[in-house]
């Protein structure tokens, strides 16, 4: 089949280096794509918001099954687009309709519908600007630290954790009245801080049925000892020792299956990933906050661990036959670090020449902010530029073997964290 796979990131190059392992893949494209998935597919320059453009290239190129990367385009109703047109409403999609991708594009529309289905979550309340007085004074009663989102997508940095209440009373006032986030923090969610553990847990459901992927944890902030500013992610490891099966039994049943009954019972359509971020308090899980897509860098450690076809899985997710689709994990450790430009995620320059390694042992490299100069040169374009992903019987191989190709990558002011992983192996002594 004909498949399309918009994005441009590392998740998107994970994407496609599975995509492509399948026989029932006969044509990859991916919209605009990276260097590295322009060497194993036809990169087509469309915006991933470009709805009419994408809409040309399915028809134009036969397009079977649509695979949507990024949260923009579902919470900007991609998919209520192409199900409005004749053309192309009959084509299988991975992603979420509008309605369902508001469970990612606004905090307190997934709070609420975690409250009205008994899924256990932080306390919290939303204000907007015209309830300011009342959020300050909400504030007043909180323990800290105190957590404040921005309702809406920011880019993962819409996220602020508070230790003084001095601190916070300011962070709120920026928020809502200096749009600190833009339009993302008109409303802010304000949030019981939860101790704990967290991690990642993914979810393919077609609406119906579901299926539980490899879970990961991921490093978000920037510095070593998870210091400084939050960024897109600096790397995950998969599997999570402290995810023991009694962990994750409560999780399938205290939070996946109320939320695939939940968004059935609401009439909120959904076929596609659902990435569920956790933390595991005593034992306990709660949700921190809902994704309606795969994470980065999280799912260039999960895909490398599914042994089953992937496009079988799509396609079931996409024509809803997950519960025909039987889901193979392999018991290996993987570690994904990632190399970024210096100085991100503040400003960094772009353009340099980058040099990778002929061959890799036991890692394998995925491609995010990259593409080509003029001279065809490999160079940096993103912040997060490459995540390399060790694979090994411990996690220890797996670390070795990531950080093994990390030395061989060499660009100007390129930076990576260096204790990926090493609380977890704290965690096993």
Not at 325 to 349: A, Q, R
Not at 370 to 389: D, H, P, S, W, Y
């Amino acid at each position: 089949m004909n498949i399309l796979l918009l994005g441009s990131g590392g998740r998107e190059h994970a994407f496609a280096w599975k995509i492509v392992q399948s026989p029932k893949c006969d044509r990859l494209y991916v919209a605009p794509g990276n260097a590295g998935t322009q060497s194993i597919a036809t990169n087509l320059q469309i915006s991933v918001t470009d709805f009419e453009q994408i809409k040309t290239a399915i028809l134009n190129y036969q397009i079977d099954l649509v695979v949507v990367g990024p949260e923009e385009p579902l919470v900007r109703g991609l998919i209520d687009f192409l199900l409005a047109d004749d053309k192309t409403k009959k084509i299988p999609v991975v992603g979420p309709p509008k309605l369902g991708a508001t469970l990612e594009g606004s905090k307190d529309f997934s709070k609420r519908f975690m409250q009205r289905n008994q899924i256990p979550t932080a306390a919290y309340e939303t204000f907007d600007a015209n309830q300011l007085e009342e959020g300050l004074a909400y504030l007043e009663k909180q323990s800290l630290p105190i957590v404040l989102k921005a309702d809406g997508l920011a880019a993962g940095k819409g996220v602020l954790i508070l230790d003084s209440l001095e601190e916070a009373k300011i962070a709120l006032k920026e928020m809502l009245l200096d749009q600190k986030f833009g339009a993302a923090s008109s409303k802010v969610v304000i949030e019981e801080f939860l101790t704990g553990i967290e991690l990642s847990v993914f979810v393919a459901t077609d609406g119906k049925s579901y299926s539980i992927l490899p879970e990961a944890k991921d490093y978000k902030r920037i510095g070593e000892g998870d210091s400084g500013l939050n960024t897109g992610g600096m790397g995950a490891v998969s599997p999570v020792v402290f995810a023991d099966s009694d962990f994750m039994k409560k999780v399938e049943t205290q939070v996946v299956q109320p939320t695939v009954a939940g968004l059935a019972a609401e009439d909120i359509p959904y076929k596609g990933f659902l990435f569920i971020g956790l933390m595991n308090k005593n034992g306990e899980p709660y949700v921190i906050e809902y994704n309606v897509r795969m994470g980065d860098p999280e799912t260039e450690a999960v895909l490398p661990r599914i042994e089953s076809d992937f496009v079988d899985l799509l396609w079931s997710i996409g024509t809803g036959t997950l519960k025909d689709y039987s889901l193979k994990i392999s018991d290996n450790f993987t570690s994904t670090v990632v190399m970024v430009s210096g100085g991100y995620p503040g400003s960094y320059e772009k353009g340099f020449t980058i040099s990778l390694p002929e061959k890799t042992s036991g890692a394998t490299i995925f491609h995010a902010g990259t593409g080509f100069n003029q001279e065809k040169n490999l160079v940096n374009q993103g912040g997060r530029v490459i995540a390399v992903t060790g694979m090994g019987r411990s996690l220890e191989k797996a670390l070795e073997n990531a950080y093994e190709t990390v030395s061989q990558i060499k660009w100007e002011k390129s930076y990576f964290r260096k204790d990926i992983g090493k609380d977890i192996l704290a965690f096993n002594n």
